[in-house]
């Protein structure tokens, strides 16, 4: 029997705060209240959001209780949330309200849609034009045209909230009521996909028998950049459709790629859903209340998409499953490729896990059976893969202060003749990685960070990748004074830029780093331009490497293969291979008359990874990663956890940690190590000395409880110290 899902007396809710870590029990409103409803509380002189998250326990005593304030008029958490959110919360070990916080996530959800204002563009630029207007212009332009409410516009901005009242007197903008949250436009599965290859209809047959069944399954979908997975995966999403279930498609990229929302547009004849850090509030707000309502299809989405209400989900597809980004290590700790396999399960749905250069931890989940494995194994049509070559560094003469060497400059040379593109890769943002002195040697690092200072000419500025700091670039040495010393040392994209403008002046360039765009639109843009054939070489770090179509690109230039090699990571080598395998296949994607080239500039032309690439033997990579990992027991073969303590002062995290280590005993005491504690791998960050401790422990142990048990059982923690467990860390 199921539980009753009505409670018309007392109700336990998870309440929303920082502080109270659980469930509280209150008094039901006069009607009672449903599971899942969002509610307000009063909690001490406060009111407070919480849901309800079962009923009252027992003999309750009404008088002692304080009654739900008032019920929130959105609809409640469906059951199977509720589930998902409890097993994360046991999985991940992070406390109910983080996870309840980034499941409610729409904004103004406690108020009535009619209250909220939203401004929009409306009549033509004001006669008086300042700074501050042009900016919030902008801001509206670049999402395209959308609402705000008042304060999120000013914000977005930099203003002050009266320029945007300014703007609304002199008619630039519009201020309404919000119209009630209105349903997305049905997607159509009846219409015709494409003619699918034959390997690629087998496939779709697959998944199409997988999501009948109605139940959990996972499916690894590997096949190389272009052989047609996201056709096959859109026939999922099809059939899913047809079924009168929803749809999740996760993409790794923050800015989503208006190709790809164009391509569902084609396929299904309306748009998705679109959720990321670059929607609206009123936008973020409408897509939650709709996915509860049932009201969108297909959303496609980041990371937190994840975490969007469904009312029915069917089929999640994570697509290049493999990437960082699904992780998050902020706040909460958790792998959205993972928890999308335990939410799926909840839901009874499929998932499609779809790469070229899949994690090691889903190749071994697919060779054991636990996940089934469909690969596409050519290209679509005619494109045939790229070339494959590496160019010895040490065999090429190479002028000081320049990075690209003369094999790969004639390489770009004819392509421009030719009026082809050429891609060179080379993964840092910035000018240079390091700005030293060469009177002293010293070189500038961050204030608040274990890490340099990275010059970033084009802002004229040097910035702190890890905390953002900023500060002019010296003219004399902040540790000696000496004037005029400052120098960059190795190359950045600005740079690698600066030399393509240097050495080939006729050509078009463009310089695509995610730091070098003020907003998601104006990357897209300078994307789609690219695509259209406006630029000649294109300079790019990773962002390059993720999913877009250059038509008339034929050549991609790795100018330091070495680059991610090195490291005492175990998943250095894993990296690597996904990050160059990625950006080669940029390569030739159209076929034509010219094949596509990759060419690698490395100083060890024998290293294993580099080898694996040239050859194209991805498997047997895999399969020797997985031993590897297998032999040093090592995930997925055993199971880690990362935990990290920071404090502003070192000797006070040290020693906090040291005392924690002593107790390890209910870690022992399931077969679990515990290395560490040791300085975190960015010792410092935003003023906080980091310490880190790593479990490792055989695949089948409790590690959770083990985790559980030794920290609630350690002596009270220092004021201000911070400690987060990181179950399953991505780098070890
Ligand atoms: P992947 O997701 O594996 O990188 P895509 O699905 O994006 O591959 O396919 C690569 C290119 O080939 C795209 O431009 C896509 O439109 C095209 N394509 C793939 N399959 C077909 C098909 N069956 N018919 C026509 N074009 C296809
Ligand atoms: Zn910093």
């Keep these: ?115 909220r204002r939203i401004i929009h563009r409306a009549g033509p630029e004001p006669a008086r034009m300042t700074d501050a207007r042009a900016a919030v212009l902008r801001v509206i332009e ?192 958790y792998s959205a490729r993972d928890m999308a396999v335990l939410r799926a399960s909840i839901e009874a749905a499929q998932v499609v896990l779809a790469s070229a250069t899949p994690s090691v931890e889903s190749w071994v989940n697919a060779a054991s059976g636990k996940y089934r494995r469909l690969d596409l194994r050519a290209r679509y049509g005619t494109a045939d893969l790229p070339e494959m070559g590496t160019i010895d560094l040490r065999q090429q003469e190479m002028e000081k202060g320049r990075w690209i060497s003369p094999r790969l400059a004639a390489e770009i040379a004819l392509r421009k003749e030719r009026g082809e593109q050429s891609l060179l890769f080379l993964n840092r943002r910035g000018y240079a990685p390091i700005t030293a002195c060469r009177a002293c040697g010293q070189q500038i690092g961050c204030d608040h960070c274990d890490a340099r200072m990275v010059e970033h000419r084009f802002q004229n500025r040097l910035v702190c990748h890890q905390c953002g700091a900023t500060r002019p670039i010296p003219t004399a040495c902040p540790a000696c004074g000496v004037e005029g010393k400052m120098t960059a040392i190795g190359p950045g994209v600005e740079r690698l830029a600066e030399e393509v403008a240097e050495r080939f002046p006729e050509a078009k360039a463009t310089v695509l780093s995610s730091d070098l765009f003020h907003s998601a639109r104006a990357l897209k843009e300078a994307i789609a331009e690219i695509g259209a054939g406006g630029t000649d070489i294109i300079i790019g770090t990773q962002i390059v490497a993720k999913g877009h179509n250059f038509p008339r690109l034929t050549l991609v230039g790795v100018i330091d293969a070495d680059l991610g090699l090195q490291g005492a990571d175990l998943r250095a080598a894993e990296r690597s291979f996904q990050l160059m395998r990625q950006v080669a296949g940029r390569a030739g994607r159209e076929g034509g008359d010219a094949r596509g080239l990759a060419l690698l500039q490395t100083h060890q032309p024998e290293h ?91 695949r089948q142990a409790p590690v959770q409880g083990a985790i559980s048990q030794w920290l609630q059982a350690a002596p009270k923690p220092p004021t201000n110290l911070r400690l987060a467990v990181d179950i399953d860390p991505q780098s070890f």
């Design 1 to 115: 029997m199921s539980p009753p899902l009505f409670y018309p007396h007392g109700a336990r809710i998870a309440v929303l705060t920082q502080e109270v870590v659980g469930i509280l029990d209150y008094l039901a409103p006069e009607g009672g209240v449903r599971l899942g409803q969002l509610v307000v509380v009063p909690l001490g002189p406060r009111r407070v959001m919480g849901a309800v998250w079962g009923p009252g326990i027992g003999d309750f005593d009404a008088a002692k209780l304080r009654p739900v304030a008032r019920l929130i008029d959105a609809p409640p958490l469906a059951p199977g949330m509720i589930e998902f959110l409890a097993r994360m919360g046991e999985y991940t070990l992070t406390p109910l309200p983080s996870l309840l916080r980034m499941a409610t996530r729409a904004p103004d959800l406690d108020q009535p849609p009619s209250a």
């Design 142 to 333: 670049d999402h395209g045209g959308a609402g705000f409410a008042p304060g999120e516009l000013a914000q977005l901005a930099g203003v002050s909230a009266s320029v945007v009242q300014g703007l609304v007197k002199a008619g630039a903008l519009a201020e309404v009521l919000a119209p009630r949250d209105v349903p997305y436009p049905k997607l159509d599965p009846g219409l015709p996909g494409k003619p699918l290859a034959e390997d690629q209809a087998e496939a779709a047959e697959t998944l199409r028998a997988a999501l009948k069944t109605r139940g959990y399954g996972t499916t690894l979908l590997r096949g190389v950049t272009g052989s047609g997975k996201t056709e096959v995966y859109l026939e999922a999403v099809a059939e899913c459709l047809r079924q009168g279930r929803q749809a999740l498609v996760l993409l790794p990229e923050i800015a989503l790629s208006a190709e790809f929302l164009d391509r569902v547009e084609a396929r299904f004849g309306a748009r998705p859903g679109e959720w990321h850090s670059g929607i609206t509030r009123s936008e973020r707000r409408r897509l939650w209340t709709m996915a509860a309502m049932h009201h969108v299809g297909l959303v496609v989405g980041a990371r937190s998409a994840l975490f969007l209400p469904f009312a029915d989900l069917g089929l999640i597809v994570v697509d290049e499953e493999h990437d960082s980004s699904y992780k998050q290590e902020d706040a909460v700790y």
């Design 608 to 698: 294993p990874v580099i080898r694996a690439i040239l050859s194209g033997e991805d498997e047997a990579f895999w399969d020797a990663e997985a031993a590897a990992r297998q032999a040093a027991g090592m995930p997925p073969f055993g199971r880690l956890a990362g935990i990290i303590l920071s404090h502003p002062d070192q000797p006070v995290v040290e020693d906090y940690a040291r005392e924690l280590a002593r107790r390890a005993e209910p870690l022992r005491a399931i077969g679990a190590e515990l290395f560490g504690p040791a300085p975190a791998p960015i010792a410092r960050i935003r003023a906080r000395y980091r310490v880190r401790m790593l479990i490792r422990a055989p």
